[in-house]
């Protein structure tokens, strides 16, 4: 009668201990989480503080150099390289307020060397028809009628293939008298009058004298040589921004790069360094968005300042045209802070976060395996590619920095495209890896004996 019941009572005993073990690990799994808990709620030890404390520092300082390393780029570029300074400045060329704006201090220029009681007096005969002519279809009154004749003429000018070539030429010129003002320099025949780079137009006046002798009139080639100035760069004080502008240039290379060291290093020196690199990451690219936020606002203040004489759209298009490069470098800058944030947010360990990297892994495994079921087979690259998954991780991060540091002249766009191209590498590269049912290599069957005996 008691055989029986002694299965039933191991049963029990075996269930009781079974329930018992349970206990003690959950008992040991709560005790670690108030531990750790515990431990995350305790104060810093001090040298956490001072490392915390340091790193910000670092990170501040790089984040403020970073504005200032842009505009020394910038400085050494157009300031340094003349090629470069006149094909920034060479579409100006063909802008409308500035053809304009060059246009009428032209005809002013003109205007004041021409002698409009004797104008037709001084016309020859055979040329007085047609200029009497041309006269008459531009007004009634004497001196509009010639201001417009003469206008017309240099529009006409400036409209040609030729003015590109004297812009050209004149920039050149006036790149030695930009390059002294921040320099110092006073060597060379090209001045700087009361804080003001201007670009000769006696060129430009020479050839519209040329076109107004040719339409009849004739008393044009009686005006001399004229020399009138385009306003180019305008300051309160260039010599203030003179020391500035000279060690900014000096300081055009390393200033970006001291800048990019300095937040690398504060981030390497911090207790958190994900959380570190976020946030240094964002203030790079904030400090970036400031500084090409006060480039638009010292846009209208600068506009705002200039003199009633200076043709204010004209000047705008100058501005604008100077500072391109520098607010391309800007949005290079935002674009790399907020691509480097996002990448360091994706590989932690937050829900969202997770939740991502899970739909990637997820869509590379439905890829990959409709892919073995339609009878793709790569043979030995699966495996070779997940062994090496790390190191071809790495070598894509460093073909995508060195692209970006070998490219000239980046712009926003080139770093959206490489770090997508690099998206699309590494899902090319988790597709390679990805060991499914059907890739992976059938194990051997067992022997009949061996099973047998199995």
């Not at 025949?189 to 780079?197: F, H, P, Y």
């Not at 009878?375 to 790390?390: D, I, K, N, W, Y």
């Not at 000239?408 to 499914?436: C, M, N, R, Y």
């Amino acid at each position: 009668m008691s055989t029986p019941d002694t299965p039933s009572n191991g049963a029990s005993s075996n269930g009781a201990s079974s329930n018992g073990a349970d206990e003690v690990a959950e008992l040991r799994a709560r005790i670690a989480s108030l531990e750790a808990a515990a431990a995350a709620a305790a104060p810093r030890p001090p040298h956490h503080r001072v490392r915390a404390f340091f790193a910000a520092l670092l990170i501040v300082i790089g984040c403020v150099l970073a504005p200032l390393g842009l505009v020394a780029a910038w400085t050494a570029d157009e300031i340094g390289d003349t090629d470069r300074y006149v094909a920034t400045v060479a579409p100006l060329a063909s802008d409308a307020d500035v053809q304009a704006a060059v246009a009428n201090r032209v005809t002013d220029a003109v205007m004041e060397h021409i002698d409009l009681q004797s104008l037709l007096e001084d016309v020859a005969p055979a040329d007085r028809p047609r200029l009497t002519k041309a006269l008459g279809k531009l007004g009634d009154s004497l001196e509009g009628a010639v201001k417009s004749f003469v206008h017309e003429k240099a529009q006409d000018v400036v409209a040609s293939d030729a003015f590109e070539t004297v812009w050209t030429d004149a920039n050149r010129a006036v790149h030695t008298a930009l390059d002294r003002a921040l320099t110092g320099s006073d060597e060379g025949a090209v001045k700087i009058n009361e804080n003001t780079v201007t670009l000769d137009l006696a060129p430009i006046v020479e050839r519209v004298k040329q076109r107004l002798v040719d339409a009849g009139m004739g008393v044009a080639a009686k005006i001399p040589e004229v020399h009138t100035n385009f306003t180019i760069v305008k300051a309160d004080d260039i010599g203030k921004v003179r020391t500035l502008f000279n060690l900014l240039q000096k300081m055009g290379f390393w200033l970006p790069v001291l800048s990019v060291l300095f937040v690398a290093g504060g981030v390497l020196l911090a207790v958190h360094r994900r959380r570190t690199l976020i946030a240094a990451a964002l203030g790079f690219a904030v400090a970036s968005l400031l500084l090409g936020i006060g480039l638009t606002v010292f846009r209208t203040v600068y506009l705002n300042a200039l003199p009633s004489g200076v043709n204010a759209a004209a000047a705008g298009s100058v501005y604008d045209i100077l500072v391109r490069y520098l607010r391309t470098s800007v949005r290079v800058f935002v674009a790399v802070g907020l691509i480097v944030a996002l990448a360091a947010w994706l590989s932690g360990p937050g829900r969202a976060a997770r939740l991502v990297r899970g739909l990637w892994r997820s869509g590379i495994t439905a890829t990959r395996t409709t892919a073995d079921r339609a009878g793709m087979r790569l043979g030995p690259v699966t495996p070779f590619v997940h062994r090496h998954s790390t190191l071809l991780t790495w070598i894509l991060v460093a073909a995508a920095v060195v692209t970006y540091v070998l490219w000239s002249h980046p712009t926003g766009l080139v770093v959206v495209a490489l770090a997508l191209a690099f998206v699309f590498a590494l899902a090319v590269k988790d597709f390679l890896a990805e060991e499914t049912g059907e890739a992976k290599e059938p194990e051997e069957p067992e022997e009949p004996g061996k099973a047998a005996s199995a």
